[in-house]
Antibody
Framework: EVQLVESGGVVVQPGGSLRLSCAAS????????MHWVRQAPGKGLEWVSL????????YYADSVKGRFTISRDNSKNSLYLQMNSLRTEDTALYYC???????????????WGQGTLVTVSS | SYELTQPPSVSVSPGQTARITCSGD??????AYWYQQKPGQAPVLVIY???ERPSGIPERFSGSSSGTTVTLTISGVQAEDEADYYC?????????FGGGTKLTVL
């Protein structure tokens, strides 16, 4: 069974930094592009970032470009999101999600983890 | 900027058919995907590539596309189908989601 378990969400002050992690199991992690998607409280879904299966390509939403960095460690089956210069509008539940087709980028998410909550507040 | 537009809410009685639409100018050229999100849970993919259904998703879920609108249809709605539904498609800088539609089963 594919499992994605996020961690690292906490309360942080504006301007602060945080690193989220996503532990993957049940599939060949280094075959798949991985994504972060967030959801502000009571709001809809917003794609944040992706990293290709080999880590060679990364893409970001304009709202986080230059502040967030996605990375992965295929030896540890783990995905990360380094979040710097955090703003109140970054407050959200952050999900990691697996792309569907191996060795390709399709922006097609299945499954999703349960999410980790990041709150940016003074 | 490009947007995907969904109705905020749809209400149906059990056993009826629910149709949730999603409109966007690029939809004739890009596939659409649909996710179901129940309260307190992560989204679940229910339709991919406009009309394909993942394994494990009930047959009452179907998708269709016509011009700039894609439609998620739930036939014979059950109480357990009450949830938020999001469409998703590609745009020039990655991907985006519609604003979501709350399906209420009366």
């Amino acid at each position: 069974e594919v499992q994605l378990v996020e961690s690292g969400g906490v309360v942080v002050q504006p301007g602060g930094s945080l690193r989220l992690s996503c532990a993957a199991s049940g599939f060949t992690f280094d075959d798949y592009t991985m994504h972060w998607v967030r959801q502000a409280p009571g709001k809809g879904l917003e794609w944040v970032s992706l990293i290709s299966w080999d880590g060679g390509s990364t893409y970001y939403a304009d709202s986080v470009k230059g502040r967030f960095t996605i990375s992965r460690d295929n030896s540890k089956n783990s995905l990360y999101l380094q979040m710097n210069s955090l703003r109140t509008e970054d407050t959200a539940l952050y999900y990691c999600a697996k792309d569907v087709v191996p060795a390709e980028v399709h922006y097609w998410f299945d499954p999703w983890g349960q999410g980790t909550l990041v709150t940016v507040s003074s | 900027s490009y947007e995907l537009t969904q109705p905020p809410s749809v209400s149906v009685s059990p056993g009826q058919t629910a149709r949730i639409t999603c409109s966007g100018d690029a939809l004739p050229k890009q596939y659409a995907y649909w996710y179901q999100q129940k309260p307190g849970q992560a989204p679940v993919l229910v339709i991919y590539k406009d009309s394909e259904r993942p394994s494990g998703i009930p047959e009452r879920f179907s998708g269709s596309s016509s011009g700039t609108t894609v439609t998620l249809t739930i036939s014979g709605v059950q109480a357990e189908d009450e949830a938020d539904y999001y469409c998703q498609s590609a745009d020039s800088s990655g991907t985006l989601f519609g604003g979501g539609t709350k399906l209420t089963v009366l």
